[in-house]
């Protein structure tokens, strides 16, 4: 059980990243080039200020995993 843990935690950090990675790529390729709502800078902004920190507790959370954090329980 400790080792699937383990694969998540790696799996979670995974994720996180590359949703940060993700999110600031749609946002670069989309503001400006894009007609209607997309293109606009502020919609993008609050997208990243909201899932910035769901994705970071992610990578915290396959950190955690990942260390053996969760190993008691």
Do not use: C
Not at 5 to 18: E, H, N, S, Y
Not at 44 to 50: A, N
């Amino acid at each position: 059980m400790n080792s699937i843990r383990k694969i998540f935690g790696v799996l979670w950090i995974a994720i996180g990243l590359a949703a940060i990675i993700l999110l600031v790529y749609a946002a670069v390729t989309n503001i400006g080039h894009a007609s209607g709502d997309i293109g606009k800078p502020i919609p993008w902004l609050i997208i990243i200020l909201v899932f910035t920190p769901i994705a970071a507790g992610l990578v915290v959370f396959g950190w955690y995993a990942l260390q053996g954090a969760y190993e008691d329980v």
